[in-house]
């Protein structure tokens, strides 16, 4: 069936560092959405890409949308603390019934 | 708060027992979902209700059982409780079908803990 597949599954980096976590379907999707849980909390919808190649930016985050629509990225600029979590890439299944969720990336930053 | 209401958020209960979970959608919503997350899991899609009926089903098991309300408040039933069913149990809403373009809004969810 449909896979989403997200990489790396964990990730610990420096204060200030970059950090960018991938997401990969088997199959074309016709949008992508990002969510963001952090520890103890409920996912939160960050964004949602539909057009092939898109990018789009919010503050230190950059998402961008793969031009085969296959593939996704979400990359942080100068991570903070407040970036720790757990990143959840999710696209609709085949049947248009469900969302396909990643396992997600869980980012640990260190002060 | 998200709008999505969840009750209660804490659940403790014995195997082979049977619980209920609560959920009240944000306003104008449509869509529900019940997602299953265990420890250090991602999340597991339980199944779908869009304006009062069926539209998705996941990998839920046949000791659970979901509904929702002509009001669209939805509930998930757990019954004959094992002790693998603790887990965070989220319930996320919708305007339409797959959270297009506004993304699903979930609630603070239900913590089960089967002993």
């Known amino acids: 069936g449909q896979q989403v597949m997200q990489i790396p599954q964990y990730q610990h980096v420096q204060e200030g560092e970059d950090f960018t976590t991938y997401c990969n379907s088997s199959?074309?999707?016709?949008?992508i959405q990002w969510y963001k849980q952090r520890p103890g909390g409920h996912p939160v919808f960050l964004i949602q890409l539909v057009k092939s190649g898109e990018v789009k930016k919010q503050k230190r985050l950059t998402f961008q949308f793969g031009e085969a629509k296959k593939n996704s990225s979400l990359h942080i600029t100068a991570t903070q603390t407040t970036d720790v979590g757990t990143y959840f890439c999710?696209?609709?299944?085949?049947?248009?019934?469900?969302?396909?969720w990643g396992l997600g990336t869980s980012l640990a930053v260190n002060p | 708060d998200s709008g999505v209401t969840q009750t209660p958020k804490h659940l403790i209960t014995a195997t082979g027992q049977r619980v209920t979970l609560r959920c009240s959608p944000r306003?104008?919503?449509?869509?529900v979902y019940w997602y299953q997350q265990s420890l250090d899991q991602g999340l597991q899609f339980l199944i779908q209700?869009?304006?009062?009926?069926?539209?998705a089903k996941g990998n839920i098991l046949e000791r659970f059982s979901a509904q929702q309300f002509p009001d669209l408040h939805s509930e998930l039933n757990l019954s004959s409780l094992e002790l693998g069913d603790s887990a965070l149990y989220f319930c996320a809403s919708s305007v339409g079908l797959q959270g297009h373009k506004y993304g699903y809004t979930f609630g603070s969810g239900t913590r089960l803990t089967v002993v």
């Open positions: 999710a696209g609709p299944g085949g049947n248009n019934r469900k969302l396909i």
């Open positions: 199959t074309t999707l016709s949008n």
């Open positions: 306003s104008g919503d449509l869509s």
């Open positions: 209700y869009y304006n009062g009926e069926e539209r």
